[in-house]
């Protein structure tokens, strides 16, 4: 069973800044993928960026390009979501995820994930 906890949501003003961390209890085949996925009020969840441990595959959501990086750490099990040039319409909950590897070339979307994190709130202000 592989547990994921996520940090560093916060308030934040538009155009501001801010890390997010996700740890993974362990690594094991069926999260050799993790992602980051949002929530927003009253919408449905959505893919934001997604990473291998290996750093072959990193895929963005098309809002975030240019913003937002996906990092990981493979000694501390860790990856980050550096979220820069923050708008007030990437307020949401942040959910790390975590699954195998998709061989098929579908996409990292939320039927995929094996794992949740319970999610880390980022508002950000106008």
């Known amino acids: 069973q592989v547990q994921l906890v996520e940090s560093g949501g916060g308030l934040v003003q538009a155009g501001g800044s801010l890390r997010l961390s996700c740890a993974a209890s362990v690594r094991t085949y069926n999260n050799d993928i993790m992602a980051w996925f949002r929530q927003a009020p009253g919408k449905e969840r959505e893919f934001v960026a997604v990473?291998?441990?290996?750093?072959?595959?990193?895929e963005y959501r098309d809002s975030v390009k240019g913003r937002f990086t996906i990092s990981a750490d493979n000694a501390e099990n860790t990856v980050y979501l550096q979220m820069n040039s923050l708008k007030p319409e990437d307020t949401a909950v942040y959910y790390c995820?975590?699954?195998?590897?998709?061989?098929?070339?579908?996409?990292?979307?939320?039927?995929?994930?094996?794992?949740w994190g319970k999610g880390t709130l980022v508002t950000v202000s106008s």
């Open positions: 990473i291998s441990w290996s750093r072959v595959l990193t």
């Open positions: 995820a975590a699954g195998p590897i998709r061989w098929d070339g579908r996409t990292y979307d939320v039927g995929w994930a094996h794992y």
